[in-house]
């Protein structure tokens, strides 16, 4: 059984009526909905009167670059940072690997941060790594510097435990003469 344009017509106008009465139902219980990627913008509705998650174009790209920035903050581009490495490698006159030795990260690291596809690198790393290879203080990430605290508690727990056995030992010495 075929539809005629006309059915068509009906059908779709009495959906858009449906829609716009469910979507006034919705705005007189809540405030207009927003976008989830946290831009503010006003999202459309769906054919049943319920709005969408993310407004148009926002789902992949913002959401996306926000989660990105959340998990490794900041980025540098990647043109200026292949730049700078290849002056290096020509002004040194060193291999890849040579300088990723002197520069205190992986060789694989710098190679996909150089030869790869990616428009830009996260600075703490590239930061890092400049910093190394110019020969200045590192300032050491959140894992190295939690596992160097942890390696001090660590320390102070046998320190102390050797300090309680010598005066512990002391003691009974003391007692018995």
Not at 26 to 37: G, Q, S, V
Not at 113 to 135: E, H, M, N, Q, V
Request: aromatic residues 8%; charged residues 30%; positive net charge.
């Amino acid at each position: 059984m075929t539809t005629t344009p006309e059915q068509r017509a009906k059908t779709n106008a009495r959906r858009r009526n449906r829609q716009k009465l469910l979507i006034k139902e919705y705005l007189e219980i809540h405030d207009h909905p927003t976008c989830k990627c946290g831009c503010g913008t006003k999202v459309n509705f769906d054919l049943y009167g319920k709005p969408y998650l993310y407004a148009n174009g926002h789902r992949g790209s913002a959401t996306t670059a926000k989660m990105t920035k959340a998990r490794w903050g900041d980025r540098v581009p990647a043109d200026k940072f292949r730049k700078i490495v290849k002056d290096t490698l020509e002004k040194r006159n060193w291999t890849l690997k040579e300088l990723a030795e002197a520069g205190s990260v992986e060789y694989k690291d710098l190679r996909r941060a150089y030869y790869g596809k990616a428009s830009s690198i996260s600075k703490p790393w590239a930061t890092r790594f400049l910093r190394s290879l110019a020969g200045l203080p590192v300032v050491p990430t959140e894992q190295q510097a939690a596992a160097f605290e942890a390696s001090i508690r660590k320390e102070n727990q046998f320190d102390g435990g050797i300090r309680s056995l010598i005066v512990n030992r002391e003691k009974r010495l003391a007692g018995q003469r």
